[in-house]
């Protein structure tokens, strides 16, 4: 078991998901009550979490909302890309940030999940 499995397992316990694992893939992903996905992923010396909403409606105008707001936000805590992408047949706003692999404990990928989520909101907002 690798430090991420780790921290996976810890994360899972905080959020009341026991057993949180990465898939045979290298990412784990899950669907909250909110509508928003939560994913993590290994990428190499990085682990990348992403935080999608959904947005049937009005996909353009808030990607372009999001991208405004990655712009002038960048120097301000966690770096975001924001992206469109489509799952299910739905058009979803999609938040992701990176963070380095010997950093990215529970705690940590807690604070860029909510972090992330909150970053979503102003973009909502914006």
């Known amino acids: 078991m690798n430090s991420l499995d780790r921290a996976l397992g810890a994360f899972g316990e905080q959020i009341g998901m026991d057993g949180l694992a990465l898939g045979p893939r290298g990412n784990l992903a899950l669907q909250l009550e909110s509508g928003r996905r939560v994913a993590i992923e290994a990428a190499g010396d990085e682990v990348l979490v992403y935080v999608s909403d959904p947005v049937p ?4 105008q808030r990607l372009l909302q999001a991208w405004k707001r990655a712009h002038h936000s960048r120097l301000e805590g966690y770096p975001v890309q924001a992206a469109l992408r489509e799952q299910d047949g739905l058009p979803r706003l999609l938040a992701v940030t990176r963070l380095p692999a010997g950093q990215a404990g ?13 970053w979503l909101d102003d973009a909502r907002a914006a």
């Open 106 to 118: 529970a705690p940590a990928l807690k604070l860029a999940v909510d972090a992330l989520s909150r």
């Open 57 to 60: 409606y009005d996909a353009p």
